[in-house]
T-cell receptor, first 114, second 112 residues
Framework: DTEVTQTPKHLVMGMTNKKSLKCEQH?????MYWYKQKAKKPPELMFV???????INESVPSRFSPECPNSSLLNLHLHALQPEDSALYLC?????????????FGPGTRLTVL | AQSVTQLDSQVPVFEEAPVELRCNYS??????LFWYVQYPNQGLQLLLK??????LVESINGFEAEFNKSQTSFHLRKPSVHISDTAEYFC??????????FGAGTRLTVKP
């Protein structure tokens, strides 16, 4: 299984809602990533987990809260988002050490904040 | 820290013509280089990668890229493009134990 899955595919939420994005991989990868991608832009790294521990947080606002319950799952909890947070949210995974290995990307969750 | 520059934001080309998408990187240590492709409303798919060894790497669908250390480049080429190659292409660079940096992307549009 060389696939990274993400749910939901689309999400529309209000600024007062709480929602979660989910990501799963069964490739035995010990690094998992969250990226944010705006239209016509490259992915921007948000968080990196290595061995289920948060290793990189790229100064992301606290309204985004990542969670890595086990080596196969990665969540992104959303609360009190702003319209400018509307974007495609991509999850990826890789073997370690990061950098020396390719990242496998999921199809993304298209988030719209009203 | 490493960085990557994609020199062309858009490349229009006719079907069956050759194409080159340019990528230059900056790093003070050994690097790993990648090309990813993104079709509309999809995630990124790895096209090819250079980790070590032969400087010419190929993909299964006819793309190739050559690692040129002296020119710090990793240009992507295809001798004959198809309509289905229309997509966004991202060059990326990483260093060991460091996160991946993406270029701004090149939009390849193949016209009939």
């Amino acid at each position: 299984d060389t696939e990274v899955t993400q749910t939901p595919k689309h999400l529309v939420m209000g600024m007062t809602n709480k929602k979660s994005l989910k990501c799963e991989q069964h490739m035995g990868h010990r690094a998992m990533y969250w990226y944010k991608q705006k239209a016509k832009k490259p992915p921007e790294l948000m968080f990196v987990y290595s061995y289920e521990k948060l290793s990189i947080n790229e100064s992301v606002p606290s309204r985004f809260s990542p969670e890595c319950p086990n080596s196969s799952l990665l969540n992104l909890h959303l609360h009190a988002l702003q319209p400018e947070d509307s974007a495609l949210y991509l999850c990826a995974s890789s073997q370690l050490p990061q950098g020396a290995n390719e990242q496998f990307f999921g199809p993304g969750t298209r988030l719209t904040v009203l | 820290a490493q960085s990557v520059t994609q020199l062309d934001s858009q490349v229009p080309v006719f079907e069956e013509a050759p194409v080159e998408l340019r990528c230059n990187y900056s790093s003070s240590v050994s690097v790993y280089l990648f090309w990813y492709v993104q079709y509309p409303n999809q995630g990124l798919q790895l096209l090819l990668k250079y980790l070590s060894g032969s400087t010419l790497v190929e993909s299964i669908n006819g793309f190739e890229a050559e690692f040129n250390k002296s020119q710090t480049s990793f240009h992507l080429r295809k001798p004959s493009v198809h309509i289905s190659d229309t997509a966004e292409y991202f060059c990326a660079v990483s260093e060991e134990n460091n996160d991946m940096r993406f270029g701004a992307g090149t939009r390849l549009t193949v016209k009939p």
